[in-house]
């Protein structure tokens, strides 16, 4: 908890930086700045961060953070105030060095709040030659990584890819194999929703629904993705899209409606018991972290979906943050075209390996992607003495 000055007064923040496991250093993460954040949610983060780390064979522990605020609510000044009095604490505590933490960017922050951490650790430091390396998701003027911005929504994309190129699995669903024509709805206009919408549109699906929290549009013969962003920004709301075939008030009415693959890149818990039986999509791939509960799971697969989690779904972000780690304590640059060759192949390789170890034990690929990446934390406890 620290104070910041607002207005004419004070105000004291809640914030919280969670580091999970230390069976690989440092740890790594984002920052999440939202009013609904708490420690619960930030702890059960950083345990997933452990794990999609794991998963993807990036050699960091899991940590995330927490500042429970409403960005909106704050000036830029403010949020700058606030973000480095945050790093300052974390400095103080330890928390925060390309050898120790590494934060990054999650729910309601981006490259402007990454330059802030980045600067202000780097003054606490001086001297140190990888200090850039604190934190990732930096913009390429302060050593960030070509690719960085779009990674996420990219390797949603060619996880979902993988998943509908398996014939036999898209048969049991009624569907035909690859992207071309497919119906996709994605919830969250974000980073991630909409580099995830325009690769799966680039890759030839086709972005039949968009939702935002003050409602959802529809056309079942698609929507231009850029328009709508600049429509939203333009006037501040993402209803009244003259592209828009049908709109829904309330946001979450957008996620029932016709189409093939649903892609929650949002918040956790949006999809429930409640609202799951009138979901269309046949399979849902996890943009978020945790955004289907495990009743709505449990009901969707007996219904014959599929879910692609979360742990490798969205590991685009952290493969390519790995990535902007080294590069920073390299110094050297890394091309674009070799950043997005590299994550893919990443985000392929762990679909197979997750793909395998659910038709070997005939589960779900969440179960089976928590038995590959806690066998690899196991793994690395054991051979450090752990066990
Ligand atoms: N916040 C992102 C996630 O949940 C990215 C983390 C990172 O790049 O360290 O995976």
Redesign the pocket.
Known sequence: RFPIRKGDGLEVIDAWRVEHSHHKSPT???IRYSEMVNEDEVMA?AAL?TY?CAIVNVPFGGAKGGIKINPKSYTVAELENITRRYTVELVKKNFIGPGID?????YGSGEREMSWIADTYQTMNPGQLDALGCV??KPIALHGIAGRREA?GRGVAIAVRECVSVAEDMKALGLTPGLAGKRVIVQGLGNVGYHSAKFLAEFGAIIVGLCEFEGAIYNEKGLDIDEVFNHRKASGSILGFKGAQKEFKKSLEGLEQPCDILVPAALENQITEENVVRIHAKIIAEGA?GPTTPGAEEMFVKQGGIIIPDMYC??G??TV?YFEWVQNRLGFKWTRDRVNRRSDRIIKTAFENVYKTSQEFNVTMRIAAYMVAIDKVAQTYKYRGGY
Do not use: F, R
Request: proline share 10%; hydrophobic share 30%.
């Open positions: 790594k993460g984002g983060l961060m999609k590494v934060p990054a960017p999650d990732t998701g996420t972290n969205n590991a972000g952290v943050s």
